[in-house]
């Protein structure tokens, strides 16, 4: 059971809920459709909740309850748009929906990712190359240095610190920062209150917390255009982003924005609470939506607007990380490099006398 709850990533799930939508868009029953989609996978753990879901929906039991007693890894928001699916009639155009939101948090995830592909390629090679000159290069004019009476250089002497260092307790101080690291998530993962203290300071960073709120944002209003949009009523799309954020200090302004809606308060006013996590924006934005009764619409417009903000984010930090990492790797290697050139150049300036 463990390897099946693991087997759905993101692009499983793209393709199973485009698939099952096309199916039965063409008039294959559900169970004809999930046995298809079965027959198509080559993945025995895949195969093997497939045959759970079909088992299931022999018995009369419903799609969206039996991926949830299936225990399997799917995204909330595709079983809760498959149950909503399931009793409005609108199956198919839930999983449509579904996929194209699954298709675009996966696409903002291979950006990520090729963004950072390049300063994190640029950070590896500067610590290989720092290594290589110190644990390699620089010990091969250590005995030379410590045989003449020369002044060394500021830098050469930090470098000789760190070798030193390095061979001594180089073990010693790695093991400890795994530790470290390993102690660090194991407390953020056991104890919210630390968790939220890491949130909450993500969120004020100057760069990266921009993007943070762009994408929680972003996401939110993209889920509440497909709920509202869905028949799902507002205070449902509050609590469902309650229970599906993984940022605890939006978890908590949504809990109390579905407290306040209960009593009749406005999203819109709600939000203003919370003008540090909800830009200004969204709030006027769906303030209009309130009052015209197009709260869906300005919340896909939002959407929209977001992840355009979101790709001139990733292209001013691709044109500012490069000058920036070019600077540090000439810093640091460079430092390094003359820590050894300069001592050599001390040495042939001694013999020359």
Do not use: W
């Amino acid at each position: 059971m463990q390897n099946i709850r693991k087997s759905f990533s993101i692009s499983d799930q793209i393709f199973f809920s485009q698939r099952l939508s096309l199916l039965l868009d063409s008039g294959i029953s559900l169970i004809d459709s999930l046995n298809i989609i079965r027959s198509m996978d080559t993945s025995k753990s895949r195969r093997m909740v497939f045959d759970i879901l079909i088992k299931d929906c022999e018995h009369g039991i419903s799609l969206s309850k039996s991926i949830i007693q299936s225990k399997v890894k799917f995204d909330l928001l595709l079983i809760t748009l498959i149950k909503n699916g399931e009793y409005s009639g609108s199956l198919i155009s839930a999983l449509s929906q579904i996929s194209k939101n699954l298709e675009k948090r996966n696409e903002l995830k291979k950006k990520i990712i090729s963004t950072l592909i390049y300063p994190i390629f640029i950070f590896i090679a500067t610590i290989c190359m720092s290594l290589f000159l110190i644990l390699y290069i620089f010990p091969k004019i250590l005995p030379l240095l410590g045989t003449l009476d020369i002044k060394l250089p500021f830098l050469t002497i930090v470098v000789k610190t760190l070798y030193e260092y390095s061979i001594h307790y180089g073990i010693q101080f790695s093991i400890i920062i795994i530790l470290l690291i390993s102690l660090f998530f194991f407390l953020m993962n056991k104890y919210i209150y630390i968790k939220s203290i890491i949130d909450k300071f993500l969120l004020i960073l100057p760069f990266l917390g921009i993007y943070l709120k762009l994408q929680i944002l972003a996401s939110l209003c993209s889920t509440g255009e497909m709920l509202l949009s869905s028949g799902r009523s507002l205070s449902e799309f509050h609590l469902f982003s309650s229970e599906s954020s993984s940022n605890i200090i939006y978890k908590r302004a949504f809990k109390n924005i579905y407290l306040e809606s209960i009593k009749g308060v406005s999203f819109s006013n709600s939000m203003k609470s919370y003008n540090n996590l909800f830009l200004q924006t969204m709030i006027d934005m769906c303030s209009i939506g309130e009052r015209t009764g197009n709260l869906a619409l300005m919340l896909g417009h939002c959407s929209t607007i977001f992840d355009q903000d979101i790709d001139i984010f990733f292209k001013r930090f691709s044109s500012l990380i490069e000058p920036i990492l070019m600077i540090f790797m000439g810093l640091i290697v460079g430092s390094i490099a003359l820590s050894i050139i300069l001592p050599v150049y001390e040495i042939t300036n001694h013999l020359t006398r």
